[in-house]
């Protein structure tokens, strides 16, 4: 698994940071393909 604790906290802030891109992007692609459709 994890050397130790600190390497989860950076994933998990990496994840936490990267969110709200993600649901960026998501919602571009659903508003596209609602477009389209």
């Known amino acids: 698994m994890f050397?130790?604790?600190g390497e989860v906290i950076?994933?998990?802030g990496?994840?936490?940071f990267s969110l709200?891109?993600?649901l960026?992007?998501?919602r571009?692609?659903?508003f596209f393909?609602?477009?389209t459709i």
């Open 10 to 12: 950076m994933y998990f």
């Open 28 to 30: 571009k692609v659903l």
């Open 33 to 35: 393909v609602g477009a």
């Open 3 to 5: 050397q130790n604790s």
């Open 20 to 22: 709200p891109f993600i």
């Open 14 to 16: 990496c994840f936490l």
């Open 24 to 26: 960026v992007l998501i």
